[in-house]
């Protein structure tokens, strides 16, 4: 139980494209997802944090109309990176927490996105 | 504001042999769970071991168990019988109640040698 799906593994795109990052709860319901960034040999850095149904709430520094965060059931949520640049490009990770498959304090992980803007 | 310390960035371990790796951590709840989890070379992050800060007994998964010492705001992490698919980046991290965010250490990468 409380498997996280996340889609696409890699995507490439160019300058001044967008780029959709889609993070699915498989078994269970997730309530509370959080999105997060990881540079190479660092630790995760967290972006935002999202409730279903509510607007995401933003970690300090990061831009909120760059970053859009959409979570519009309790199995879906969605980054779209807007107008993308080469420092945008970075490992993006979901994870989710809720109820059913797993306990509520727990965080579970999909497997990640890497962008890579041309 | 809470904060989780790795002071080991490398550790190594022959195969068979155990390994601890060093967490602590700093907050003014009397309540919280405590996690290590793994980060593979796929980048998946896996849970290895959860503990709840109310238990006083260690948590254990077959051959992971976690030396939890509240007064001193220290949380390792045990390691027996190493095999080669442990080499990993394991992170520590702290949450205060459910849904609330996650606080990370900065990793220990865990090298095991055959």
């Known amino acids: 139980g409380a498997v996280v799906s996340q889609h696409p593994s890699w995507v490439i795109c160019k300058s001044g494209t967008s780029v959709k990052i889609e993070c699915r709860s498989l078994?269970?319901?997730?309530?509370?997802m959080f999105w997060y960034r990881q540079f190479p040999k660092q630790s995760l850095m967290l972006m935002a944090t999202?409730?279903?149904?509510?607007?995401?709430?933003?970690e300090q520094g990061v831009e909120k109309d760059k970053f859009l965060i959409n979570h519009a059931s309790l199995t879906l949520s969605t980054l779209t990176v807007t107008s993308a640049h080469p420092e945008d490009s970075s490992f993006y990770i979901c994870?989710?927490?809720?109820?059913?498959?797993?306990?509520?304090?727990?965080?579970?992980f999909g497997p990640g996105t890497r962008l890579t803007v041309l | 504001a809470q904060t989780v310390t790795q002071s080991q960035p490398e550790m190594s371990v022959q195969e068979a042999e155990t390994v601890t790796l060093s967490c602590t951590y700093d907050?003014?709840?009397?309540?919280?769970?405590l996690f290590w989890y793994k980060q593979p070379p796929s980048r998946q992050m896996i849970l290895v071991i959860r503990?709840?800060?109310?238990?006083?007994q260690n948590a254990t998964e077959n051959r992971f168990s976690v030396n939890f010492q509240k007064a001193a705001k220290s949380f390792s992490l045990k390691i027996s019988d190493s095999q080669l698919g442990d080499a990993a980046m394991y992170f520590c991290?702290?949450?205060?109640?459910?849904?609330?965010?996650?606080?990370f250490g900065e990793g220990t990468q865990l090298t095991v040698n055959p």
């Open positions: 994870s989710a927490t809720g109820l059913a498959g797993g306990s509520p304090d727990t965080q579970y």
């Open positions: 991290a702290y949450i205060k109640t459910s849904g609330s965010r996650l606080t």
């Open positions: 907050t003014s709840e009397s309540d919280y769970y």
């Open positions: 078994d269970f319901q997730a309530t509370t």
């Open positions: 503990q709840e800060a109310y238990k006083q």
């Open positions: 999202s409730n279903e149904g509510s607007k995401a709430t933003y």
